[in-house]
């Protein structure tokens, strides 16, 4: 084996992704010198402890906050790293600590929420006073990991701005050029945009954002038209534009230089590589040297050295030097899916292109063969892509297989070579007082194809399909299937054994069939006579899921906030989808609070829904096909009896309801009107869900009032799962409701740290006191509850991901390993 100390440490710090925890600085010292001591005898299991070790004591090193003053009111000096979004007059931010007597490497990061008007710059030395916040984020089955993705950016730490002054403005010649460029381009192709009906939309957003890896003024319509072709990857400076612009800078270079000397001469190899690398390195520092880019330049500057020392490297050696020097200046580079497309792309192309090039005579055929090549490499890689897409995001890009095929070659030929000129010349005129904005119209002009491409994207059916994590992961061991048998091996140089012929079909026959088997087992494998209840983590609201066989139910969708952002399309539309449901067979609106009914447009929006029970005016607007009211009613739901206990309203008036028909004819046994719709806590819609085993009560935000008219009205309240009444307040959760209800395990729907305090002490010990098991989304993120013979609980952060950068990360000392 070759290279085992660089194999073992590569291993073991990739599986850093499966660890449960980070172990204590000692261990990781520990293990990086008995790495030393027994490197001779065992590389490979020096290699391994070397990357523990080398894990440990990064990750401690990078999430160490104790320099900072105490309490969570504190005054800092921070540089601005970049502004990453805008919303109102909120923006977020990422900054790096400024310390004179820092001795600590790397220097830690936060993420600000700044409320400001102010223009806050990249480079730009602040003092600021900050109120401190864990980056501990709602966690759930599909949705956006959070945590993960700014643990992966060395951010360990939130924080709000409670008051700023600014101590020096950036000096930084990269800003300056940022600026120019955006002046430039945004301002001036504005103002043509008005008065030229050819001008597109956010053609100067993406320009930019390809010349400088400034993407804050790409829009969030055109980012989704973006993932629906699949064409993200070509705006956002990594491996590609790298490699297309060293290959253009070389391949000119050393033709000029050619013209001088000889053309074969190793000098001019040296220099035209040299340059090369100089080239990627200034474009890299222009891109702001991100973590994707300076991991594509680490591989693109280890590739050209080794090919230019006289020490023969495979590819596959090539690569693993490159994986290594990655993962030696960031160990956590991983936890970015970044990480994975980087690399799962070279190992695609590698496997492409073969061992031995055989010599074709002829021009044009050697032009044919070439020509061939580089169609089955964008093959592959579109193909590939797809694959490591859906491990990743859980979902595929119909069209970016022919979409890709066009916009690849025409981005490495075209656009980027083009729009790289036009900044070089740009620059040039800039240096000498010379404002040439004008520059730029040849490199937006070769946007247009790709403008035109995402418009379409709005038209084309099925263009972001979603599938289920089941359906994913049986489709995934069924494509070792697909591979060996239609493409034999050959397309991807897939090592075939050396048995003889017929055996080597009987082998390929076994293996389909058990490869198949998670396939049948997705189709037919389900039991029909379980039920689940997830309670998902929508921070400060409620949003519960009820699966029964094929059937779908959901209370309430969590909130919405202003700017756009909505736990309907964050977290239950994704959970949904990763659970294979493509429609809402009972949606379920409790009452009028945010942070109950907010999640419902996005969630309508996302996936049609059949029945609407709620009294609520945002039911109103919903497209259902029946709107039933909050009454007293007992409806089968699957296997499974869904009832509506009588409201406060109900008791109080005692009014008896009067069969009406909608528009459609359906019994909704009230007519909703607008001025009927609840709003006050105790007007939630309390539903009880139950077989012949198990049930489950949902109860709003109901208080200490309706719990009481319930227990008086002797409503059936037995339940052995309960939806804490009001996230656990004081006002609710009353002692009688408590004994009436007897839950065996009560769930808490509350936010990690929420101002109210929720849920309160006094009531968990409260039901705890009479035995039930307390859970909190807060602490556990999903809840997820299987109730079959038995009831089986899992959490997110314990059972179904239990993952070290899944843990609650606290705000005081080393909150890494809290």
């Known amino acids: 084996m070759k290279n085992p100390f660089l194999l073992g440490f590569c291993a073991l710090v990739i599986s850093a992704l499966l660890w449960p925890a980070i172990p204590p600085a000692p261990v990781g010292a520990l293990l990086l010198l008995l790495a030393l001591i027994v490197h001779r005898r065992a590389a490979l299991l020096a290699g391994a402890m070397a990357g523990v070790g080398w894990v440990v004591l990064f ?11 105490e309490g969570r009111d504190v005054w800092i000096r921070a540089e601005i790293i970049t502004p990453v979004s805008v919303s109102g007059d909120w923006q977020s931010i990422d900054i790096r600590l400024v310390k004179p007597k820092l001795i600590s490497w790397p220097a830690p990061q936060i993420r600000l929420d700044w409320r400001t008007n ?22 759930n089955d599909g949705g956006f990991n959070q945590q993960r993705y700014l643990l992966s950016r060395h951010i360990g730490l939130k924080a709000r701005v409670l008051d700023a002054r600014r101590i020096s403005a950036s000096g930084s010649l990269r800003q300056h050029i940022i600026n120019n460029l955006r002046q ?4 001036e192709r504005d103002e043509m945009a008005q008065a030229s009906a050819q001008a597109l939309p956010q053609a100067s957003a993406l320009l930019l954002a390809l010349l400088s890896g400034e993407q804050r003024q790409i829009s969030q319509e055109t980012w989704q038209q973006l993932r629906a072709t699949g064409t993200g990857h070509l705006m956002a400076i990594s491996g590609l534009h790298l490699s297309v612009l060293a290959l253009w800078l070389f391949g000119v270079s050393r033709y000029l230089l050619g013209l001088f000397s000889a053309p074969q001469s190793r000098r001019n190899l040296l220099l035209a590589s040299l340059i090369a690398l100089v080239g990627c390195l200034l474009y890299a520092l222009l891109a702001g040297m ?42 956590l580079s991983p936890l970015a899916a970044g990480f994975w497309l980087s690399f799962g792309a070279i190992v695609i192309i590698l496997l492409c292109i073969p061992e031995k090039e055989t010599q074709t005579e002829g021009r044009w055929r050697r032009l044919k063969q070439q020509a061939w090549l580089l169609v089955r490499i964008q093959l592959a890689l579109s193909l590939g892509m797809g694959v490591l897409q859906l491990i990743l995001f859980g979902g595929i890009s119909i069209h970016s297989l022919w979409i890709n095929l066009l916009m690849v070659p025409w981005f490495s030929l075209v656009v980027i070579p083009l729009s790289l000129l036009c900044l070089l010349l740009f620059l040039l005129l800039n240096a000498a007082g010379i404002a040439a904005p004008w520059l730029f119209e ?18 084309l059916p099925a263009a972001w399909v979603r599938l289920g994590d089941a359906l994913a992961a049986a489709l995934l061991f069924a494509l070792p299937v697909l591979l060996f048998t239609f493409a034999g091996g050959r397309f991807l140089r897939l090592p075939r054994p050396h048995f003889p012929h017929v055996r080597y079909v009987q082998w390929l026959k076994v293996l389909a069939l058990c490869l198949l088997l998670p396939l049948v087992a997705w189709r037919f494998g389900e039991d029909k006579s379980h039920w689940q209840v997830h309670a998902l983590d929508v921070g400060q609201g409620l949003a519960v899921v009820v699966f029964q066989g094929d059937k779908t139910l959901v209370y309430d969708t969590g909130a919405s906030f202003a700017g756009g952002y909505s736990y309907g399309e964050r977290v239950l539309a994704p959970f949904l989808a990763a659970k294979g449901r493509a429609r809402v067979d009972m949606l379920i609106l409790s009452h009028e609070d945010n942070d109950h009914v907010g999640g419902a ?23 259902a096909r029946r709107h039933l009211a909050c009454t007293a009613q007992s409806r089968p739901f699957g296997s499974l009896t869904l009832e509506v206990l009588p409201t406060i309203r109900e008791a109080d008036d005692a009014i008896a309801s009067k069969p009406q028909a909608n528009g459609n004819g359906s019994d909704i046994g009230h007519t909703i009107e607008a001025d009927e719709a609840r709003i006050g806590n105790n007007d939630s819609c309390v539903v009880r869900i139950a077989d012949s085993r198990h ?8 208080e200490a009032l309706a719990e009481a008219k319930l227990v008086q009205g002797r409503a059936m309240l037995d339940a052995d799962i309960l939806s804490a009444p009001h996230h656990g307040s004081k006002t609710s959760s009353s002692q009688a409701f408590i004994e009436a209800v007897s839950p065996r395990f009560t769930v808490f729907a509350a936010g990690f740290n929420n101002r109210y305090g929720f849920p309160k002490a006094e009531v968990v010990a409260r039901y705890q006191g009479l035995g039930s098991k307390t859970l909190v989304t807060a602490d556990s993120g999903q809840l997820s509850l299987y109730l079959g013979d038995e009831i089986e609980v899992k ?5 179904l991901a239990p993952f070290w950068y899944n843990k609650v990360f606290g705000v005081g000392d080393l909150p890494i390993t809290e």
Not at 695 to 702: F, H, N, P
């Open 59 to 69: 990750t401690l090193m990078t999430f160490d906050y104790r320099q900072l003053p």
């Open 118 to 139: 102010e223009q806050v710059v990249a480079g730009d030395v602040w003092e600021l006073r900050l109120s401190r916040r864990s980056i501990s984020a709602p966690l």
């Open 184 to 187: 430039s381009l945004l301002s």
């Open 290 to 331: 991100g973590i994707p880019t300076r991991r594509a330049f680490v591989m693109l500057a280890l590739v050209c050295l080794l090919s230019l020392s006289r020490r023969f490297a495979s590819p596959w050696e090539r690569l693993l030097y490159a994986l290594i020097a990655v993962l030696l200046l960031d160990p």
């Open 442 to 459: 040849p490199a937006l002009l070769s946007l247009l194809p790709h403008e035109w491409l995402l418009g379409l994207s709005d038209s």
């Open 601 to 623: 447009a996005a969630l309508a929006d996302a996936l049609p829904i059949t029945d609407i029970i709620s009294d609520t005016k945002a039911a109103l607007t919903l497209q």
């Open 695 to 702: 049930s489950l009560l949902l109860t709003g935000d109901i």
């Open 795 to 799: 959490t997110f952060r314990e059972q």
